[in-house]
């Protein structure tokens, strides 16, 4: 009886290790459709780098032990990848304080759209930039996230 015991709980261990083990896998294979490229000039030439997601960075100053700060020109998104890229580091949005002086804003002819579309820039999957002119974002991020979409 005791060995029977055993036996049984030796296979649902082993049912459970792979279980997980093929869980783990399937995890794998669709977290590397995450992932995005960065080029130094346009048209996705130059210095490069390759992160897979998710992965914030804060900053770029050491990215690969180099200074990416304001170099990045043109980017490839992955398949199953979502980009957002910031002019500020820290994630944070420029004129962000600006939105808290409504008055301000008006007397100035900025809406918070604005704003946002000045500070930041999110890319879907499969995105393609050749050249950050094209965004009047030229040499401007110097922060980004990398999230992983199902």
Known sequence: MKQ???????????????LLLGSGSAVLAKTNDCWA???EDSQFKGKHFRLKGPV?????LK????????RIE?????????LTVFENKNFKLTLKE???????MKSLGITKQDILEDS?????PNSKVHSFGEYNFYHKIRSLKVDCVK
């Open 56 to 60: 914030q960075l804060g900053s770029l």
């Open 37 to 39: 490229d960065f080029f």
């Open 74 to 82: 043109s980017i490839l998104v992955g398949p199953k990848t979502t």
């Open 98 to 104: 600006m939105a808290n002086h409504p008055v301000l």
């Open 4 to 18: 029977t015991k055993f036996v049984v709980n030796g296979v649902k261990a082993l049912l459970i290790l792979i």
């Open 120 to 124: 930041e820039i999110i890319f879907r």
């Open 63 to 70: 990215v690969n032990g180099e200074n990416w700060d304001k």
